[in-house]
């Protein structure tokens, strides 16, 4: 009995759906990171970036549960002196729900160049539409 590598020459990329809608940020996250890593694959190897394409729709009607609207705060310095920015989830989400859904999934996905390259393969929209229908993407359930 052999266990399969897979190689980055051979690695079949297919391209994933996931609809945010009225799911938690997190959730839908979590589900997008583990496909872009490739986890779901029976062939995963952890030294080969084997993900596939992730498409979000719908960021803009994704939820966050409990009281973190108000009490989540996206925070990043600047590099001055006393430059330290808070920016409170629930204007994130009114302004830029893209960018909210990239920081949760990046968070997610490992810090070395796997993660990195694995951070191309996102694609995130606020609204329904997408304009990568050309391939042929299959709807991925949240489980």
């Not at 980055?8 to 872009?36: C, F, I, N, S």
């Not at 006393?82 to 990239?102: C, D, H, I, S, T």
């Amino acid at each position: 009995m052999s266990t399969t590598m897979a190689k980055k020459e051979t690695v079949q990329r297919k391209w994933y759906v996931l609809d945010a809608a009225g799911k938690p940020l997190g959730r839908t996250a979590a589900t997008a990171a583990k496909l872009l890593r490739g986890k779901h694959k029976v062939d995963f190897t952890p030294n080969v970036d084997c993900g596939d394409f992730v498409i979000i729709v719908n960021t803009d009607k994704a939820i966050l549960t409990g009281k973190k609207m108000e009490d989540k705060y996206y925070r990043h310095h600047t590099g001055w002196i006393g430059g330290l920015k808070e920016v409170k989830y629930r204007l994130l989400m009114e302004q830029r729900p893209e960018f909210a859904m990239e920081l949760a999934v990046k968070g997610m996905l490992p810090k070395n160049s796997i993660g990195r390259s694995a951070l191309t393969r996102l694609k995130l929209y606020a609204g329904p539409e997408h304009n990568n229908a050309a391939q042929k993407p299959e709807a991925w359930t949240l489980d």
